[in-house]
């Protein structure tokens, strides 16, 4: 096809070298062959400025498409988040890769590391990140962390963090599994984007070439994968309106599951600003960074007071990301809780393999038992707050369901768990939604732990959002109130939404059932 062998321009990282061999590689399948060329880009020697004043501005693209104009290379192979968000006159982008996991790893010292708090870091702990982005995220997760400046290739900051300038550092993990590192001598907590959402295009290569080499652009379409394409339209989109290429703390990440496009959006004003959230559902693409970034909009105007069947501290996250839009918080539980069992029976826990709680009650009633186990067992719940109680107790969750459907979680929980025994301490009158997935050969045990009491004579909510979070409080409220015509309501999962639904209530849902998730609700609520 091609008289000569095809230049290949790439930085010199390892990472940059993988990522250009992988092209070469794919090529050679298809009888193409290719060399590399190494080209030193001014975000190579600028190692002073953040990765924020750095990324989506060129600094690591600029000299390698400045080649590609040349003619001196046919192709560049970049990181799709370094790219700004427009292509110079007569380049393109004619592939985008696969997508690696858009997680982001947060590698931590072994001695640093405290279970019982969120994400593992010691209460105070120093962590190396450049990016604002994280920064943001991170405090707003754990206001208590000291976020230092990192920078370097990914062996370079691993090495800083194993040299103990930091206590902890946080890197994509689509590097580190792409360069099969093995980060053993240290504790990793493996952060989804749905939860720390990724820069626009993370995990994503780009092939730029010209535009008028279209015999090239037709041989690399072995490479193009457009269902990555169209998703990345949209975060590159939400980029460039939000002025793309300046140091905006901004993540991004659309996907599509089950049909329906998901997009995560986290934009703060600053590093150490806290981040507005917003989840959004479409069954298209198009319109959709716009009508995203509407929605952020500085001159909007948001209701004056949300009300939430919950008692929340001063520093819960919910509370903390409302009252930063001006919008007043009235939290209060309209139930309480009581234990059932005083006493755990150890005979119970003899042959158990998982114990699964679906809230944060369950654990916390069942830790109070001080159990004892007679052998290993796995933990499972559901939602980052289930999870959040549990590490709290010293252990880690094996299986953390994600989002709301339980019908999905008990079928993901179902690929670890059919065949064992079930535990499920929880409520006296159980949902039972995850047991249903579950298969006839495994052994489910139902161990009531506490029971929920409606609170008498509860006073009526005039806030404009009311937020429940439970079945139970939904009992309460309606004994003795109704809602006002113009208050909209939002539930904290499925099994809550069933009983408005018997009401005849409409509601709005979180992508996740926990205090992150609400506070995304209540922002998409105009």
């Known amino acids: 096809m091609f008289d000569r062998k095809i230049i290949i321009g790439t930085r010199g990282s390892d990472l940059a070298l993988w990522q250009a061999n992988f092209v070469k590689d794919k090529l050679a399948e298809n009888n193409i062959e290719a060399v590399l060329k190494i080209i030193k880009t001014q975000g190579d020697r600028i190692l002073n400025l953040s990765f924020d004043k750095l990324e989506g501005k060129g600094f690591f693209t600029k000299e390698l498409e400045e080649e590609l104009l040349a003619g001196t290379i046919d192709l560049a192979v970049h990181s799709h988040k370094d790219l700004p968000t427009e292509n110079p006159p007569g380049l393109t982008i004619a592939a985008v890769s696969e997508r690696e996991d858009p997680a982001e790893l947060l590698l931590i010292l072994k001695d640093c590391v405290d279970v019982h708090q969120k994400l593992s870091v010691k209460f105070g702990g120093a962590v190396g990140t450049s990016s604002n982005r994280r920064k943001a995220q991170l405090l707003a997760l754990r206001p208590d962390l000291e976020i230092q400046e990192l920078r370097g290739n990914v062996p370079t900051r691993i090495g800083k963090l194993?040299?103990?300038s930091y206590d902890a550092i946080m890197i994509a993990k689509a590097g580190v599994v792409r360069l099969g590192l093995d980060l053993s001598e240290f504790h990793v907590e493996d952060i989804a984007a749905t939860e720390l959402i990724p820069a626009p295009a993370q995990g994503v290569l780009a092939i730029q070439t010209r535009e008028d080499?279209?015999?090239?652009?037709e041989a690399l379409q072995i490479l193009n994968h457009p269902d990555v394409a169209k998703e990345l339209a949209v975060e590159r989109?939400?980029?460039?309106?939000?002025?793309?290429?300046?140091?905006?703390?901004?993540?991004?990440?659309?996907?599509?599951?089950?049909?329906v496009y998901q997009v995560f959006t986290s934009k703060a004003d600053e590093g150490d600003g806290f981040?507005?959230?917003?989840y959004l559902e479409a069954n298209t693409t198009e319109g959709l960074a716009e009508k995203i970034v509407s929605y952020f909009d500085k001159d909007r105007k948001f209701v004056k007071s949300v009300f939430i069947s919950r008692d929340l501290s001063e520093q819960s996250y919910f509370r903390r990301a409302i009252e930063k839009l001006g919008i007043e918080v009235e939290a209060r539980s309209l139930i309480r809780t009581v234990p059932v069992i005083t006493k755990l029976d150890a005979f119970i826990l003899k042959n158990v393999d998982?114990?699964?709680?679906?809230?944060?009650n369950a654990v916390e009633y069942f830790f109070e038992l001080k159990p004892a186990f007679p052998k290993k067992v796995k933990f499972g719940v559901m939602g980052s707050g289930s999870e959040d109680t549990l590490r709290r107790t010293g252990h880690f969750a094996d299986y953390t369901g994600e989002g709301i459907d339980t019908a999905d979680v008990a079928g993901d929980f179902?690929?670890?768990?059919?065949?064992?025994?079930?535990?499920?301490?929880?409520?006296?009158?159980?949902?039972r939604s995850i047991h249903q997935g579950l298969s006839a050969n495994t052994r489910i045990i139902d161990l009531p732990v506490y029971e929920t009491v409606a609170l008498e004579n509860v006073e009526k909510t005039y806030a404009d959002i009311v937020v429940f979070t439970s079945p139970s409080n939904i009992d309460a409220y309606f004994e003795d109130n109704l809602l006002e015509p113009n208050q909209k309501v939002v539930a904290i999962g499925k099994s809550t939404g069933k009983k408005l639904d018997e009401m005849g209530i409409k509601y709005k849902?979180?992508?996740?059932p926990d205090e992150v998730g609400l506070a995304e609700a209540v922002f998409g609520i105009f």
């Open 509 to 512: 849902l979180p992508f996740s």
């Open 275 to 278: 981040p507005d959230r917003l």
């Open 414 to 431: 179902a690929k670890l768990a059919n065949g064992t025994t079930v535990l499920f301490p929880g409520a006296e009158s159980p949902m």
């Open 354 to 360: 998982w114990i699964f709680f679906t809230s944060k």
């Open 213 to 217: 080499y279209t015999e090239l652009i």
């Open 162 to 164: 194993r040299n103990e």
């Open 237 to 259: 989109r939400l980029l460039q309106l939000f002025g793309g290429g300046c140091h905006l703390p901004l993540g991004c990440y659309c996907r599509k599951h089950d049909g």
